[in-house]
Each structure stands twice: as structure tokens, then as C-alpha cells.
């Protein structure tokens, strides 16, 4: 998502950056641009015309300070007045004592509620919390028994009664069921509706009356652009919302409804999900996505990742063997292992500034990652620990039982001993800077020759494939 929208606006800042100062004339030329690349997102319009006006209203007089160009400073008023267009957002769940607390779940046909109320469990359950979920969508087919499997993944209790279609007492019944069983949480995820549908809006409607959820979130697909708003702004009217939860963020949306859906119904993006896996929930900052959308990535939100995934005394045995040069391909692994669960490699490289725009359609994927793996687990134990160890022999065993070439493990030996050089000769220099912000548990250098070096065996595996298909056409 974004990357056409941050485009569009790295052009309009490369064409200010020639100038000497910024004039109405440039602005003007500036906005129209950016009010098209909005327009194309499917930005709602008057939020377009609205936020064009305030940034050349922000621009025409701010003062070019020497040491800055004009896309520079242009860069700086865009950012804030996207923070401003989606903010501010408060991301706190507010409890009440004594509890439980009722969260319920609303939103068309096919948004992801049933998805999002097992993720939304799971973050709270992250929290500390004791949540249960309560499958009240009785329309549709399977409905409940998608949301027990969701719960058994999650280790997550699920609240149902198979044999009636009265949400509302489902709803009612599962409060009481909740404080009970001394629950402090309950996510009730409803029955999916359509805009016309006047009797599945009375019932959600219902529902609400007869339990007072303390907090009401409306899940939208990104997907659907700016029907996500219509239908944001449609429930708002019904029953008075607390937030929306945007769902498929990790698809290709073009952005829109995120950038449009605060602006026009008055309520914030509280949550977003960024993939299909259960832990791909986020919290909703405006600032952080704002700086994604202009390429400028978003190391906080990478930072907290990091810290998530890499254990403290860990980190701190990589960095004192990385400082040695002690750094083996089992560390190795390990950090490539946790990278995965931060989301992957180009997702990582993506929230780093600058870096978003380079990767082009450069392929980190999980082969790359697999291939790789196939090659060190071939290794003995003392090889992993001792790389400098693995000659001739020992490539062609290692090659033959990932069923890989030897010049692969070569190549990939050779990168590793370069990397673990490298990061011994910078461990005190201006790479510590960096490397503690991490933690001393991600060594980029090594990744990213890594997957360099598995790229190119991908490469050459294809190449091989192809060649062997044409002498097998050609012996026809």
C-alpha cells in the first residue's frame, strides 16, 4: 500500500529541490501535483481540495533556512499536515474496574471482523489482559466454528450457542458468562451487513442497546477504497463509534480511505491489520504512517519490532562476538529466524529511511531465507561455529545434502566471512550507534549479503532448469 502515493510525491519533491526558494508559482505547481497523486489514492475530494489548501497556505512564507532546500522544508509541511489529517489518535484501550470491559466488533460482509476479533485478542492478551470472544455472527455459514479455530490458535476462549439465532441474547448471555468466569475483557464479533440491509442494521443496533459496549470499532477493508468511508460515516450514524479498525493494509489499497476516513466521519483509525497472520495488528500512529507515506520510513515502529523479537541477554552475547569476531552461522540463523517474525526482510527494510524507495522490486522472500538454511543446517555443528574450517570437501558434503552446488556454499561462506569482518573492524566505530539501537541484534550487513548471495543461487538454479529444458527439447 502507498508506494504509487509515495512516488507521486518523491516527484513533486525532486522538482522543488532545484529551486532556490519557494514561490507561489512553484506551490502552485507543487499542489497540483499532489492533488492529483491524492485523487488517484481515491482520497476522499474534499478532503483533497481541503488539504491542498492548508499545506500552500503552510508553505508560501516559511522561510527557507540556509542549510535546507525547498523540497526539504515542502517535506517537512506535508508530513505534518498528513499527521494532522489523521490524528491525533489516542490507541489506548480505556478498562473499567470492575470489568469486564465490552468491546463489539461491527462492518459490512467480508471485512476481516472474525479475523480481527481473534488478532484483537490476541493483542490484548499481549497486554496482559484475560479476553473472551463471543461468536455472535449467526448469519453466516461457519461463522462459529472459524472463530474456535481462530481461539484454539490463539489460546483464546470462545463464547457460542450453536442452536438459536437471537444475537442478542447471545450477547447478553455472554457478559454474564464473562463476569462469571472473572473475563476482564469480551470481543463480540458481529454478523456481517450491507448498507441497505435496514433489518441486520436494527439488530446491531440491538445489540448494542442491550449490552452497552464501552467501546464500539468499526472494521473497514482498505481494499474498498473510499466505500470503506461511506460505510464508516453510514454505522457512525447508527451507533456512535469509537474507532475503525482497517483491515488488508498489507494488500495493494491505494490508501485512500485511510488518509480520508478520520477527516470525514470524525473518528480515528484505531487499529490497523497489516497481514493475515494473528499477530499482524497494529496500533494506528498518524505520524509514523504519515512518514511512510513519504518514504521517509518508520524507525520506532522498527525499533519496537525489534525489541519484541530479540531478547536482551541474547542481543548482548551477539554484540560482544560480533565486537571478537567470534560471530557464527547458529547466530547467524537466529537472527534471520527473529527478521521473520518481525515481519520479514523488505518489510524491515521498508520502515528504514531512504530505504523504502530503493527496493524497487528487489525479491526478499521466505525461499531465499529456506535455501539458506538448507545450507548451514548441512553444516556440523563445529562448521557453524567454526565457518574458517570449510574447505573443498566439506563444500561439496554440504552442497550435496541441501541440495545445493558447492560453489553456493562457497559463495555463501565467503559473504558470511566478509560480514562478520566487517562488523568486527566497525563493533566500536559508527556502527555502534546504530547497532545499540537495535540492541546488538541485527546485524544488517550480514542480511542483507546474505540474501544477496541467496538471490543469485536462486538465479543459477533457474538458469540450470532452463538449460536443461532446452537439451532435453533439442534431444526430441
Given at each position: 500500500?502507498?508506494?504509487?502515493?509515495?512516488?507521486?510525491?518523491?516527484?513533486?519533491?525532486?522538482?522543488?529541490?532545484?529551486?532556490?526558494?519557494?514561490t507561489?508559482?512553484?506551490i502552485?505547481?507543487?499542489?497540483r501535483?499532489?492533488?492529483?497523486?491524492?485523487?488517484?489514492?481515491d482520497?476522499?475530494?474534499?478532503v483533497?481540495?481541503?488539504?491542498?489548501?492548508?499545506?500552500?497556505?503552510?508553505?508560501?512564507?516559511?522561510e527557507?533556512?540556509?542549510?535546507?532546500?525547498?523540497?526539504?522544508?515542502m517535506?517537512?509541511?506535508?508530513n505534518?499536515?498528513?499527521s494532522r489529517?489523521?490524528?491525533?489518535?489516542?490507541?489506548?484501550?480505556?478498562?473499567v474496574s470492575?470489568?469486564?470491559?465490552?468491546?463489539?466488533?461491527?462492518?459490512?460482509?467480508?471485512c476481516?471482523?472474525?479475523?480481527?476479533?481473534?488478532?484483537?485478542?490476541?493483542?490484548?492478551v499481549?497486554?496482559?489482559?484475560?479476553?473472551?470472544?463471543?461468536?455472535?455472527?449467526?448469519?453466516?455459514?461457519?461463522?462459529?466454528?472459524?472463530?474456535?479455530?481462530?481461539?484454539?490458535?490463539?489460546?483464546?476462549?470462545?463464547y457460542s450457542?450453536?442452536?438459536?439465532?437471537?444475537?442478542?441474547?447471545?450477547?447478553?448471555?455472554?457478559?454474564?458468562?464473562?463476569k462469571?468466569?472473572?473475563y476482564?475483557?469480551?470481543v463480540?464479533?458481529?454478523?456481517?451487513?450491507?448498507h441497505?440491509?435496514?433489518?441486520m442494521m436494527k439488530?446491531?443496533?440491538?445489540?448494542?442497546?442491550?449490552?452497552t459496549?464501552?467501546?464500539?470499532?468499526?472494521v473497514?477493508?482498505?481494499?474498498?477504497?473510499?466505500?470503506?468511508?461511506?460505510?464508516?460515516?453510514?454505522?457512525?450514524?447508527?451507533?456512535?463509534?469509537d474507532?475503525?479498525?482497517?483491515t488488508?493494509?498489507?494488500?495493494?489499497?491505494?490508501?485512500?480511505?485511510?488518509?480520508?476516513?478520520k477527516a470525514?466521519?470524525?473518528?480515528?483509525?484505531?487499529?490497523?491489520?497489516?497481514?493475515?497472520?494473528l499477530?499482524?495488528?497494529?496500533?494506528?500512529h498518524?505520524?509514523?504512517?504519515?512518514s511512510?507515506?513519504?518514504?521517509?520510513?518508520?524507525?520506532?515502529?522498527?525499533?519496537e519490532?525489534?525489541?519484541?523479537?530479540?531478547?536482551?541477554?541474547?542481543?548482548?552475547?551477539?554484540?560482544?562476538?560480533?565486537?571478537?569476531?567470534?560471530?557464527?552461522?547458529?547466530?547467524?540463523l537466529?537472527q534471520?529466524?527473529?527478521v521473520?517474525?518481525?515481519?520479514?526482510?523488505?518489510?524491515?527494510?521498508?520502515m528504514?529511511?531512504?530505504?523504502g524507495?530503493?527496493?524497487g522490486?528487489?525479491?526478499?522472500?521466505?525461499?531465499?531465507?529456506?535455501?539458506?538454511?538448507g545450507?548451514?543446517?548441512?553444516?556440523?555443528?563445529?562448521?557453524?561455529?567454526?565457518?574458517?574450517?570449510?574447505?573443498?570437501s566439506?563444500?561439496?558434503r554440504?552442497a550435496?545434502?541441501?541440495?545445493?552446488q558447492?560453489?553456493d556454499v562457497?559463495?555463501?561462506?565467503?559473504?558470511?566471512?566478509?560480514s562478520?569482518?566487517?562488523?568486527?573492524?566497525?563493533?566500536?566505530?559508527?556502527?555502534?550507534?546504530?547497532?545499540?539501537?537495535?540492541?546488538?541484534?541485527?546485524?544488517?550487513d550480514?542480511?542483507?549479503?546474505?540474501?544477496?548471495?541467496?538471490r543469485?543461487i536462486?538465479?543459477?538454479?533457474?538458469?540450470?532448469?532452463?538449460i536443461?529444458?532446452?537439451?532435453?527439447?533439442?534431444?526430441?
Amino acid at each position: 500500500m502507498f508506494e504509487s502515493l509515495t512516488e507521486k510525491f518523491n516527484s513533486v519533491f525532486r522538482s522543488l529541490s532545484g529551486r532556490g526558494r519557494i514561490t507561489e508559482a512553484s506551490i502552485s505547481d507543487a499542489m497540483r501535483d499532489v492533488r492529483k497523486a491524492l485523487l488517484e489514492a481515491d482520497v476522499n475530494y474534499s478532503v483533497v481540495k481541503q488539504f491542498c489548501k492548508d499545506v500552500a497556505q503552510a508553505a508560501i512564507g516559511a522561510e527557507v533556512i540556509k542549510s535546507l532546500h525547498p523540497g526539504q522544508v515542502m517535506v517537512k509541511i506535508v508530513n505534518d499536515e498528513l499527521s494532522r489529517l489523521m490524528g491525533p489518535v489516542d490507541t489506548r484501550i480505556y478498562f473499567v474496574s470492575p470489568g469486564p470491559t465490552v468491546i463489539m466488533l461491527a462492518g459490512l460482509q467480508g471485512c476481516g471482523k472474525t479475523t480481527t476479533a481473534a488478532k484483537l485478542g490476541k493483542y490484548l492478551v499481549l497486554k496482559g489482559r484475560r479476553p473472551l470472544l463471543v461468536a455472535d455472527d449467526l448469519q453466516r455459514p461457519a461463522a462459529i466454528e472459524q472463530l474456535k479455530i481462530l481461539g484454539q490458535q490463539t489460546n483464546i476462549d470462545v463464547y457460542s450457542e450453536e442452536n438459536t439465532r437471537d444475537a442478542i441474547r447471545v450477547a447478553r448471555n455472554s457478559v454474564k458468562y464473562a463476569k462469571d468466569n472473572s473475563y476482564d475483557v469480551v470481543v463480540i464479533d458481529t454478523a456481517g451487513r450491507l448498507h441497505i440491509d435496514e433489518e441486520m442494521m436494527k439488530e446491531v443496533a440491538n445489540v448494542t442497546k442491550t449490552v452497552t459496549p464501552h467501546q464500539i470499532y468499526l472494521v473497514c477493508d482498505a481494499m474498498t477504497g473510499q466505500d470503506a468511508v461511506n460505510s464508516a460515516k453510514e454505522f457512525n450514524d447508527r451507533l456512535e463509534l469509537d474507532g475503525v479498525i482497517l483491515t488488508k493494509l498489507d494488500g495493494d489499497a491505494r490508501g485512500g480511505a485511510a488518509l480520508s476516513v478520520k477527516a470525514v466521519t470524525g473518528k480515528p483509525i484505531k487499529f490497523i491489520g497489516i497481514g493475515e497472520k494473528l499477530d499482524k495488528l497494529e496500533e494506528f500512529h498518524p505520524e509514523r504512517m504519515a512518514s511512510r507515506i513519504l518514504g521517509m520510513g518508520d524507525v520506532v515502529t522498527l525499533v519496537e519490532k525489534a525489541q519484541e523479537h530479540f531478547e536482551v541477554e541474547e542481543a548482548e552475547k551477539l554484540q560482544k562476538k560480533m565486537a571478537k569476531g567470534t560471530f557464527g552461522f547458529d547466530d547467524f540463523l537466529k537472527q534471520m529466524q527473529a527478521v521473520k517474525k518481525m515481519g520479514g526482510v523488505k518489510d524491515m527494510l521498508k520502515m528504514m529511511p531512504g530505504m523504502g524507495s530503493q527496493l524497487g522490486d528487489l525479491d526478499f522472500d521466505g525461499a531465499d531465507l529456506k535455501r539458506m538454511e538448507g545450507i548451514v543446517y548441512s553444516m556440523t555443528p563445529y562448521e557453524r561455529r567454526q565457518p574458517d574450517v570449510i574447505e573443498s570437501s566439506r563444500r561439496r558434503r554440504i552442497a550435496a545434502g541441501a541440495g545445493a552446488q558447492p560453489h553456493d556454499v562457497s559463495s555463501l561462506v565467503k559473504t558470511f566471512k566478509r560480514s562478520r569482518d566487517m562488523m568486527k573492524s566497525m563493533s566500536g566505530g559508527s556502527f555502534s550507534g546504530l547497532k545499540s539501537l537495535f540492541s546488538g541484534g541485527l546485524n544488517l550487513d550480514a542480511i542483507g549479503a546474505a540474501m544477496s548471495t541467496g538471490r543469485k543461487i536462486k538465479q543459477r538454479s533457474k538458469r540450470k532448469r532452463v538449460i536443461k529444458r532446452r537439451g532435453k527439447i533439442k534431444r526430441r
